[in-house]
């Protein structure tokens, strides 16, 4: 295909950018959009590269769109049906490679359209902005959540983000990501005895004592979600205890379980409510937390309904608000106080061996983002 879209897309994926090494991604950016003017500010922090960039004036709406460059590794290269970082269009117009759907065809799409856009309207009111980090698959740290901090230090004021993130799910618009659940990870060790397992009673076993107190957080219904999340659900990750010996009683259990928590709940109400349940059953522990996110929301508006309105008029797809899924950078940019949405390609490949996206839809993607700039910065 020679659309620029599916080009961008392919050049893009043969950078073998692997989180948090940008390799040449950012830069192929910043050439395509340097020469419309756009101000181009390149905030590097440690290994991570990150964009800001913005074309137009304060007076008026900002929309800014955020993405990543950055990539999971491949795996076993030969489980491939092509090699995964050259590109590699089929009969059926699909497009094979790493980051082909997670998320380089989002991030070519959203050039693409800011491009046609400020061609089309150079003098158009507001701003068409740029975040872009190549850390979002990694620790996410030295990204997106530091950009941000310097947005709002400067306030900057940012009304309306589209994350480019593979956010359809069966069929192309199928649904936008409004918001994400919280999580939240506790790294526990409940503290024993070790002994040898013939004399118990000189011994403390932890996963004996743990198990009634495993049982009650399992067995705990924590919230009922609401018309926007589903309940909040708990799920044990890793477990370990014991010597690898079976005449050891262990000295130590180490469990670590998450959180994915609906807005009814703050991560200070969780380690609460967990807390009290391990004193209740009289536990030696050891507790340590991990805040990834916050969940955010951003409910029915002008971002939506646009993009809703966008999706309808290019698939004939009647959309649907969704909350479900992981987490991704919109936790940070809601920091931000803009309504942030989802808005990408199909997910079922992501992360997958032959991780694919059907050319058309980037096609699509990028005529319904210059839709919504129309709608929400010439309205």
């Known amino acids: 295909m020679t659309?620029?879209?599916?080009?961008?897309?392919?050049?893009?994926?043969?950078?073998?950018?692997?989180?948090?090494?940008?390799?040449?991604?950012?830069?192929?950016?910043?050439?395509?959009l340097k020469p419309l003017g756009f101000v181009i500010?390149?905030?590097?922090?440690?290994?991570?590269?990150?964009?800001?960039?913005?074309?137009?004036?304060?007076?008026?709406?900002?929309?800014?769109f955020a993405g990543h460059t950055d990539v999971v590794p491949a795996?076993?290269?030969?489980?491939?049906?092509?090699?995964?970082?050259?590109?590699?269009i089929d009969k059926n117009g699909i497009l094979y490679g790493r980051g082909a759907a997670d998320m380089k065809s989002g991030v070519a799409a959203m050039v693409c359209a800011a491009e046609s856009f400020v061609k089309k309207y150079p003098d158009h009111a507001g701003r068409v902005a740029?975040?872009?980090?190549?850390?979002?698959?990694?620790?996410?740290?030295?990204?997106?959540?530091?950009?941000?901090d310097l947005l709002i230090k400067r306030q900057e004021h940012i009304d309306y983000c589209i994350v480019g993130e593979p956010s359809s799910d069966s069929v192309f618009g199928d649904q936008i990501k409004n918001g994400r659940r919280g999580s939240?990870?506790?790294?526990?060790?409940?503290h024993g005895i070790q002994g040898h397992v013939a004399y118990p009673h000189l011994a403390d076993n932890p996963v004996h004592r743990f198990a009634?107190?495993?049982?009650?957080?399992?067995?705990?219904?924590?919230?009922?979600?609401?018309?926007?999340?589903?309940?909040?659900?708990?799920?044990?990750?890793?477990?370990?205890?014991?010597?690898?010996?079976?005449?050891?009683?262990?000295?130590?259990?180490?469990?670590?379980?998450?959180?994915?928590y609906s807005s009814e709940l703050t991560d200070e109400m969780i380690k609460s409510k967990v807390d009290a349940i391990l004193q209740?059953?009289?536990?030696?522990?050891?507790?340590?937390?991990?805040?990834?996110?916050?969940?955010?929301?951003?409910?029915?508006?002008?971002?939506?309904?646009?993009?809703?309105?966008?999706?309808?008029?290019?698939?004939?797809?009647?959309?649907?608000?969704?909350?479900?899924?992981?987490?991704?950078?919109?936790?940070?940019?809601?920091?931000?106080?803009?309504?942030?949405?989802?808005?990408?390609?199909?997910?079922?490949?992501?992360?997958?061996?032959?991780?694919?996206v059907n050319c058309q839809d980037i096609i699509t993607l990028q005529a319904i983002y210059i839709d919504i700039l129309e709608k929400l910065l010439l309205a």
């Open 3 to 32: 659309e620029p879209v599916i080009a961008l897309t392919k050049t893009l994926i043969a950078e073998k950018s692997i989180s948090p090494d940008d390799k040449n991604c950012q830069q192929i950016i910043i050439e395509r």
């Open 41 to 64: 500010e390149e905030v590097n922090i440690g290994n991570t590269k990150n964009l800001w960039a913005y074309h137009g004036e304060l007076a008026g709406k900002t929309l800014m």
């Open 75 to 88: 795996g076993d290269e030969s489980k491939w049906n092509s090699p995964p970082f050259e590109p590699t």
């Open 130 to 148: 740029f975040l872009i980090t190549s850390d979002e698959e990694a620790d996410a740290s030295d990204g997106t959540v530091k950009v941000v």
């Open 184 to 190: 939240l990870t506790a790294n526990l060790v409940v």
């Open 212 to 260: 009634p107190a495993l049982n009650e957080l399992v067995a705990t219904v924590w919230d009922n979600g609401n018309q926007y999340f589903p309940q909040t659900t708990m799920q044990v990750a890793n477990i370990n205890g014991g010597t690898g010996a079976e005449n050891v009683v262990p000295g130590e259990l180490s469990v670590q379980f998450n959180f994915r």
């Open 280 to 356: 209740r059953h009289n536990l030696n522990y050891t507790l340590n937390w991990r805040l990834s996110g916050q969940p955010f929301l951003t409910p029915q508006g002008e971002l939506t309904d646009a993009t809703a309105s966008a999706i309808k008029a290019f698939t004939k797809i009647d959309t649907k608000l969704s909350t479900s899924g992981g987490t991704s950078d919109g936790r940070f940019i809601a920091k931000l106080g803009c309504q942030v949405i989802e808005f990408g390609v199909i997910n079922k490949t992501i992360h997958k061996v032959n991780e694919n």
